[in-house]
Structures are given as C-alpha cells and as structure tokens.
C-alpha cells in the first residue's frame, strides 16, 4: 500500500521555522470585565453629572492620574498582607524592566502626585476628585468586576473631623440624589498607630486563644493583619469575633474626641449612620475614622448588605510615601454598583436634552449645504437633528415628526441653488422660504416664541 501523504506537513514550507498557531479569536472582554453599552450610559452619564456637581459644590478640583504606578507606590501604601497586594493586583514588568500595576485604587496615586507636584504648599486642604477604571483580580460574582470604576474625593492638609463629616455628606448625597434611598452609613475608628498598637495586640491575644475556630485564612491573617479578621466573612470568624475587643473602647483621647465630634456632626446633617466595631476597610493606610455606605437589599430572606462606597482617614500615607506628615482623608464610591442599584430601583436616568429642529435636505449640493448650516445651528447653541444618509424627502419628515421636533428646515436643490430654507412650523404645518443667512436668528426667535 503507497504511503499516505501528509498534506499539512507538506504546506510547510520551512521544516525548521516553527509555524504561528493561529490562536483562537475570542470576541468577548477577559473575564470579570464587560462593555458599557449606550442602553446603560443613561444610568452611568446621572451618575457622573451628579457626582461631579457634588463634588464642584463642595469645592473639589478634577485630577486624572495615570492608570499604571509603580507596583511599589501600591504595595507600600495598601500593605503586604492585604488581599489587594497579595492577591488581585494585575502586575507586569514593562519592555524596559519596569515593575508597575494596574491601579487598584485611586487614593495611593494621588497621594503620589500631591507629594511630586509640590501640592503641599497649596493653601489646604487640598480638596481632589477623580474618576476612572480600577482593577483587581478578585472572583467576579454579582456587583463584582475585575474592572470597575470608581468616582471618589480627597482633601489632604486638614485633621479636623468636619472633614470627615463631609466627606460622609458628599458621598450620601450623590447616592441620595440617584433615587437609592435604602442607603446607611457604617462608621467605626480605628485610632491612630499609637492606640491600635495596644489594640492590635489585645486582639492578638483574643484571637490567639480562640485561634483553633478560625477559618485558614483567618489564622494567617492573625501574624500578617489580625484587624482583617474582624471582617472575614466565614460563620465561624464571626462568631468568634462577636466577642473580641472593640477599637473604640480603646482609643486615645485625641481620636476619641475626633471620633466622638465626627459622629456630633453626622447627626448634625441627619445622617442616618451605624457603628459598626467590626468595620475595618483591609487597607494598612487607614487611620481613626472608617466609613462605607451601605444598602441593604432583601434577597430569598436574608437581607444583603451591599457596600456602594467608602473611605476613611489616611493621616499616615503621605509620609509613608516620602512626603511630609499630611492629614488627610478621603472616599470613594462604586459607579458599577450605584449603576446597578439604580437600575434595580428603576431609579431616574438621564436624559439627553432633545433636539428641537430638524434638518432635511434633498440633493448633493444641498447636503453640502446642510452640513454647514447643522454646524452654524449646532454652534448657536440649537441643538438640530438629522438624517443625512437618508435619500428621499419623505423618511426625513418622518423622523423629525417622530423626534417631535417643533422647526423642521428643507434644503433642496432650489433652495442650495437660492441660498435659502424653508422654514416648516411642525404644529401648524406652515411654511415659510427665508434666507439662508437669516436661518440662526429666525429659529432662535422662533423657539424663544414657542418657549419650552
Ligand atoms: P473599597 O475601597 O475597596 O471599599 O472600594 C470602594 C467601593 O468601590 C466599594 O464600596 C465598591 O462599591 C466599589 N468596588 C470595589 N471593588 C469592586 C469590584 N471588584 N467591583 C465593583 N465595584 C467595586
């Protein structure tokens, strides 16, 4: 029997050159991570409209950091021993041996550019706000995402708890404005590194005799960051930790009477808030106070608290980083979460303002036309709509009665020859021909007439 000939080897035409394996195209994001399509953007576009006017009314100023650090910027100011550093940073070595991540999270970088942009000698506080992308390698399930944005403030230079308090305001107001009214605000203090270290080592030794009940995590945390463990999920770390120390029963006297002024303020605006002892938010650069808005959602029975947001004091983390000592204390909210709570309230969603006139035309070289006299309207601040790729006079009428235009103008070959536009009134079918140079004037005169 003649030997089967193989056809593919035989397409080689290098036998020493290793072929390219077609890798295949996968046409979806890698996971954890998704498209924000238009249908969304209305609940997104309320959500940046109104976070960015509470933080412009409180005096905020827009900073955009880079969406890579240094890997070192992250680790020193979250802590080793932290599950963002140890497990959920996307960290690469660059072509040039650079070791940088993907940011985690804003506060670090901004804490980065204050310190190399000199914004120390700024009159204080120096009150940021950002918005963007985060990314963490953690198990995407249910308003958890490898990529999420968040929207966040910070104000560095100023101790004084009112800064706290408002921090807390903002972030309830613009949760508050996009119709998520279940919202509570949990608060604890953490105290400063002189009371948490008596604290954390009354803990250690809470924890160590209760050690054998721990979950394995937890035991490890026990030697890396034994305040974590007071917000491990597991059944049996919480039952356990439901006697352990409490950190406001151990702070100085200056924290206690931050902590203690905070919660006068809260009350003040009416916030509704809850201590909560075992609220410690895992990052190493927090300090006295500690917050997260919460909404509480009942789920097949049991009720699921659902963290929108949160933030804290950060006195330390300036100076961590190699800047001077710099109080400083800021909060973050989850845009991915506000955005699907909203949805879920079916929760007021932007709208775009609608256009008031319409442009048809008929014909090359009144298309041409068109397109200037779109741009002189859209200029004059009208907002016109169109539909240019469409040929006959007729679909364009429909579309502008379907947008429930109140001006309709038609170019067509006579009027781009005359220099002038018909001018259609949509409720009462009138026309008019008037001169091209005139149209602005005429359509604003006219929609000043009709009024909104
Ligand atoms: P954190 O500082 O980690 O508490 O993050 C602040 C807020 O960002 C949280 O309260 C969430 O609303 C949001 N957030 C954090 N991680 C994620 C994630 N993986 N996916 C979606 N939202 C997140």
């Known amino acids: 029997m003649p030997k089967k000939k193989n056809i593919t080897k035989k397409t080689t035409k290098n036998p020493k050159k290793p072929q390219a394996v077609k890798e295949e195209l996968l046409l979806q994001p890698p996971r954890g991570m998704r498209d924000i399509l238009p249908a ?19 005096g905020y100023r827009r900073i ?36 940088v991540s993907l940011r985690p999270e804003f506060t670090a970088g901004i804490a980065r550019s204050y310190i190399q942009h ?19 390698y953690d198990r995407p399930q249910e308003g958890r995402f490898r990529e999420f944005f968040q929207f966040g403030c910070e104000a560095l230079g100023e101790q004084d708890p009112v800064l706290d308090a408002q921090m807390i ?29 008596s604290y954390r080592s009354l803990l250690v ?27 491990c999920k597991e059944d049996k770390c919480v039952q356990v930790r439901a006697s352990a120390p409490q950190s406001i029963d151990h702070l100085c006297e200056e924290c ?40 509480v959602s009942e789920g097949g029975g049991d009720a699921k608290k659902n963290a929108l947001g949160g933030g804290g004091r950060y006195d330390g983390l300036v100076k961590m980083l190699g800047g001077e000592s710099t109080p400083a204390v800021g ?23 609608k256009p008031r006139v319409f442009l048809a035309q008929l014909g090359v070289f009144a298309k041409k036309k068109s397109l200037r006299m779109f741009e002189a309207l859209e200029r004059s601040g009208i907002r016109v709509a169109e539909s240019f790729g469409r040929g006959s006079l007729k679909s ?48 604003k005169r006219r929609l000043k007439k009709i009024g909104h």
């Not at 969304?40 to 009314?57: C, F, H, M, P, T």
């Not at 103008?409 to 091209?436: F, H, P, R, W, Y």
Request: include cysteine.
């Open 40 to 58: 969304d953007q209305v609940y997104w576009q309320q959500i940046r409209r109104l976070s960015e006017k509470a933080a412009a009314d409180f």
């Open 64 to 99: 955009d950091i880079p969406l890579v650090e240094f890997t070192n910027i992250f680790s020193r100011s979250i802590g080793e021993g932290t599950d963002i550093i140890d497990k959920e940073m996307y960290s690469f070595s660059t072509k040039g041996g650079e070791k």
């Open 118 to 136: 000199g914004m120390n000698v700024s009159p204080k506080p120096v009150k940021l706000y950002y918005s963007g992308p985060c990314y963490r």
């Open 169 to 197: 305001q903002m972030g309830w107001r613009v949760i508050y404005q996009l119709g998520i009214r279940s919202v509570r605000v949990s608060v604890n203090s953490i105290g400063c590194p002189a009371c948490r270290k």
């Open 205 to 231: 030794h809470y924890f160590e005799s209760k050690k054998q009940k721990l979950c394995i995590d937890c035991k490890k945390r026990l030697e890396k960051n034994p305040l974590r463990i007071l917000d």
């Open 256 to 295: 206690r009477v931050h902590f203690k002024e905070l919660l006068e303020y809260l009350e003040e605006l009416e916030i509704p808030f809850d201590l909560d002892s075992n609220l410690v938010r895992g990052l190493d650069y927090y300090t006295k106070t500690v917050f997260e808005f919460l909404t």
């Open 331 to 353: 909060f973050s909210l989850g845009m991915d979460r506000l955005a699907v709570e909203m949805k879920k309230l079916g929760a007021r969603q932007y709208k775009e303002p």
């Open 396 to 443: 364009q009428l429909k579309v502008a009665d379907r947008l429930g235009v109140e001006i309709t103008l038609i170019i067509g070959q006579k009027e781009a020859l005359d220099e002038t536009v018909i001018v259609k009134d949509m409720a009462s079918g009138n026309q008019e021909i008037i001169d091209a140079g005139k149209v602005v004037d005429e359509v």
